[in-house]
């Protein structure tokens, strides 16, 4: 008995990231072979279906003699499955894991063919003998298929679950408990009907059909698994499998197993599945790659195959029955376990039904609940628009009702300047015309107005999908997200108080002016704008004054410019305006002067009004000027209005150039002042009212003039570093401090020394490790030391600075309170941080006795610090009327040039020397004691307690 091979494939080029099928349709490989579209594919199309038509012929025609006839069917036959064995050996090679062992396997079984075809040739066309049977032959042929049913369980997707088993197994026996049935009763039977004592002889005639059956069985219940390339490899592997075992089927039927012959039409059956299992590896390269992924399913085909095989093995029993045949127990026994397993498969199939039903509600449930629920709005909306679903979030979003928006069109919701676009994004999503870039295919995010029941429109952004035919959109309202990028954007380019434009806005629109009139002769004018005397406005009315002064001057501007023209605010007290319209110098000067005289009027601040003046600078735009010039050169103006005595109008003049020098010559040598050792510390001495004795002294920084004489540097107190860290010259200030009262005390001055600083250099990184490396050093002890806060605002993160007094107090340090009234926060100084002592600031004492408002207030800080258990320090002191009333008052210290002005540290021992200072001795008791001790605050005015 002669058996060609049988021959399988598994899959092409693996495909990492493509769906996993649920099991191959049938017509994927002719469409494989007919639509190949790739170079590869197309020469193995041209090449198979030649070779297969004239083997086809050459069969046909008998290959015009017997011995070719033998060699074509004999070693034709091994030489194609010879090349079927290298094909897959090197696909072996090239794949790993499963993928590899299977495709050695198939590499086998071709093998086998080979080999078995080989030794037949030899037989018939060498040696001129009949092959015999049973003989080596058989065993050969029979090892092709175990290796293949191996290989093919291999890439099978194995089930989940008992259930899955068990459907599996049956649905296995189904088919082929119905194919060997059909097989036994058209020539199963009367193959074995001979002599019953040949076993080896029914064995082998039972075997081919029996394994043919089992694998067309696995194929058919098996699903496989692949990516879109090796599933056309799979695919054209079982066109391949399917030719062979048809050809195996009809070589088993008695008219043509008796009349076979070597070369004959049934070996271009073997011929031709041969060669699709050759090619079958490199099948499907490139197919498909361009298409979008998508979700296989199983067919109905796929799920009807086991009833279809039932169906027929019920058929041919009674249809044998019909006929008037003889029962065959074979055929009784095997059908009847067949509609048994029929049975069992729909009961399972029943009561999976029902189990799934169950989830399906459940899930339904689930997602109904979540859809209800969700605080985005979910629509779904047919091809031609109309919107099908709406969910219940609309209500709350929208203000519609879902049942108002189902069976209208979507475009009616969009607002109509969007609607065209919208449309055009969804039909190009639909059609798969999707941009270049775009990062996810099966989803678009769309951005539109959509009209509220109320009639508004609301920013929306939306998610869409694909729902069958339609799309499926999950909208939620990110109007307030709008509204923030917007005042975001606004912010980025206005300035915060004034709500007027900022520097970089103001360029942009230089440049956009200059770019709009390049080539053209008439010009453009810039003015730049700064407010004399808005510091005292700050300093004496605080700076929500300030800041209402600065609003009315932002609205005084706007009005006075023209349509067109541009108003900024660069920051403080300066504002700029782009004059454009191609006017005149003339006009830009009127205009000017109008600007100068609005803002020279009163204001009306705090219930009073105030007068500041301005300084501004005109520059005019010249051929191929940048935007920088331009703003130097009015900047340049502007200088030269407030040198000339402010209040003033000046144009810009080349000759304004020199003055730029000169300003910036002198910025960077108060730059230079400190690298070159041009900062020096003074000391002025706090003196004792009642005795005029020297009690401390203070220290800070002056500037060394050249040709000059040591002047006090008005806070020209250069200590903060960016990061709230002491500068050198704060460090500096300190240690120089602390060595000079350590040299008085050892000189047997029992005096303490008083050091300003900010409050964020007293809560800065690594200040206690300086302050008691400093005390160490100069072996000065800590109540020695006066930190004075120089702050007039307190700063954020209080809740540090209290922590970091009470460290300070605990070492010893005292504590004091600098230009105490000033400022809008000094009573929060007063009731929140626990200081020693407060120091008032000169700007009260200089009115005292001259100014009755003044010296009202003057003695309420008295009173208040007195109360508070504080020592009180007088600044700015320079006659003896002040020192009087202040005495009177109760304020126990005082300094300034009626005492003594700063000295340079080398002198300051010959004041310590002269005592009294000032003549200020007075004789008599004090009108209030001089508090001993800090005591607790009065009820009225609380404090934290430490």
């Not at 011929?271 to 790659?289: C, D, K, N, R």
């Not at 679903?389 to 108002?404: D, I, K, L, N, Q």
């Not at 120089?790 to 209080?798: A, M, R």
């Amino acid at each position: 008995m002669k058996r060609r091979g049988g021959d399988f494939g598994r899959r092409g080029v693996r495909n990492a990231g493509g769906p996993l099928p649920e099991w191959p349709s049938h017509d994927d490989p002719v469409r494989l072979l007919i639509l190949a579209d790739t170079p590869a594919q197309r020469q193995l199309k041209y090449l198979i279906v030649p070779l297969c038509l004239v083997y086809a012929i050459g069969a046909l025609q008998g290959w015009g003699n017997p011995t070719l006839s033998l060699a074509m069917g004999d070693f034709g036959l091994a030489a194609a499955a010879a090349v079927a064995a290298v094909s897959c050996a090197l696909k072996a090679v090239h794949e790993s894991g499963r993928a590899r062992l299977s495709w050695a396997l198939f590499a086998f079984s071709a093998t086998m063919v080979s080999l078995g075809n080989g030794i037949w040739g030899w037989y018939e066309v060498v040696l001129g003998v009949p092959v015999p049977t049973p003989g080596p032959t058989d065993v050969i042929f029979l090892l092709f298929a175990p290796p293949t049913i191996v290989g093919l369980l291999l890439v099978a997707q194995r089930p989940r679950g008992i259930a899955a088993w068990t459907c599996m197994a049956l649905d296995g026996w189904l088919i082929a408990g119905s194919l060997f049935t059909l097989g036994w009763s058209l020539a199963l039977a009367r193959s074995t009907s001979g002599d019953r004592s040949d076993i080896i002889k029914i064995v082998l005639t039972l075997a081919y059909p029996v394994l043919d059956i089992l694998m067309i069985s696995m194929v058919l219940g098996l699903r496989f698994r692949a990516g879109s390339g090796d599933r056309a490899a799979l695919n054209l592997a079982l066109v391949g499998l399917a030719v062979t075992v048809m050809s195996d089927a009809l070589w088993t039927t008695p008219g043509l197993n008796s009349g076979y012959r070597s070369g004959g039409l049934l070996d271009a059956g073997w011929f031709a599945g041969s060669l699709l299992l050759a090619i079958a590896p490199w099948t499907g390269q490139g197919v498909e790659a361009h298409e979008r992924p998508r979700h296989r399913t199983i067919s109905m085909l796929s799920a009807l195959t086991p009833y279809i095989a039932a169906a027929v093995c019920t058929a041919g029993v009674l249809g044998g029955a019909v006929a008037g045949h003889a029962p065959d127990t074979v055929v009784l026994g095997v059908g009847a376990t067949v509609l048994v397993t029929l049975v069992l498969r729909q009961a399972i199939t029943l009561v999976d039904n029902v189990f799934m039903a169950q989830e399906l509600s459940a899930k339904e449930s689930h997602f109904r609940s979540l859809v209800q629920g969700s605080s985005d709005v979910i629509m779904i909306a047919a091809s031609d628009g109309v919107l099908q679903y709406v969910s219940h979030a609309v209500r709350r979003v929208y203000g519609f009702e879902p049942e108002e928006l189902v069976g209208t069109r979507l475009e009616l919701l969009i607002h109509p300047e969007e609607s065209a676009r919208v449309q055009r994004e969804l039909r190009a999503f639909l059609d798969g015309a999707l941009p270049a870039g775009e990062a996810d295919p099966a989803m678009v995010r769309v951005e539109c107005r959509i009209r509220s029941a109320g009639g508004t429109w609301l920013h929306t952004e939306s998610a869409v999908n694909r729902y069958g035919d339609g799309l499926i959109f999950n909208s939620r309202d990110v109007t307030d997200r709008i509204k923030l990028q917007t005042q975001l954007e606004h912010d980025a380019f206005h300035d915060r108080l004034t709500d007027l434009p900022n520097r970089a806005l103001f360029e942009d629109r230089i440049q956009h002016a200059l770019a709009q009139r390049r080539g053209v002769t008439p010009t453009i004018a810039v003015l730049f704008v700064d407010l004399d005397g808005f510091k005292a406005v700050n300093d004496n009315y605080g700076h929500t004054a300030g800041d209402e002064l600065l609003v009315q001057a932002a609205r005084r501007l706007e009005h006075a410019v023209r349509i067109g023209d541009t108003v900024a605010r660069f920051g403080g007290d300066e504002f700029a305006a782009l004059l454009v319209g191609d006017p005149s110098p003339r006009a830009i000067r009127e205009i000017a002067e109008r600007l100068l005289s609005t803002l020279s009027s009163p204001y009306r601040i705090a219930d009073g009004e105030v007068r500041v003046a301005a300084s501004i600078g005109i520059a005019f735009s010249a051929p191929g000027i940048a935007p920088a010039d331009l703003m130097r050169h009015a900047d340049a103006a502007m200088y030269r209005a407030k040198d000339g005595g402010k209040g003033r109008v000046e144009v810009y003049t080349p000759d304004m150039d020199a003055d730029v020098e000169r300003r910036a010559a002198r910025a960077a040598g108060r730059r230079r002042v400190d690298r070159d050792g041009r900062l020096a510390v003074s000391y002025q001495p706090v003196v004792d009212l009642d005795t005029g004795r020297v009690h401390d002294v203070e220290a800070a920084l002056c500037r060394v003039e050249d040709g000059a004489v040591p002047a006090r540097a008005d806070h020209v107190r250069l200590t903060a570093g960016v990061d709230g860290r002491l500068s050198p010259v704060g460090r500096r200030l300190l240690e120089e401090s602390a060595l000079a009262a350590a040299t008085w005390r050892a000189g047997g001055h029992e005096i303490g020394v008083t050091v300003g600083l900010a409050a964020r250099q007293l809560t800065g990184p690594g200040f206690l490790e300086v302050l008691e490396e400093t005390l160490h050093t100069a072996d000065l002890p800590a109540t020695a030391l006066t930190l004075e806060i120089i702050d007039n605002v307190l700063p954020d993160g209080d809740e540090l600075l209290l922590g970091r007094i009470a460290v300070l107090r605990r070492l010893g340090v005292r504590l004091s309170l600098d230009d105490f009234g000033t400022g809008h926060s000094s009573l929060t100084y007063l009731r929140r941080l626990p200081v020693d002592a407060l120091k008032i600031d000169r700007s009260f004492v200089a009115e005292v006795g001259t100014c009755p408002h003044l010296t009202v207030l003057t003695s309420t800080i008295v009173r208040l610090g007195l109360e508070s258990g504080l020592t009180l320090v007088a600044a700015g002191i320079d006659s003896h009327a002040q020192v009087d009333i202040l005495r009177e008052m109760g304020c126990q210290r005082g300094q300034g040039t009626w005492f003594h002005p700063a000295v340079p540290g080398d002198a300051i021992f010959d004041v310590l020397g002269q005592t009294p200072l000032g003549n200020s001795a007075v004789r008599g008791p004090r009108p209030d004691p001089l508090p001993e001790a800090r005591t607790p605050l009065p009820v009225q005015v609380p404090r934290p307690q430490t």
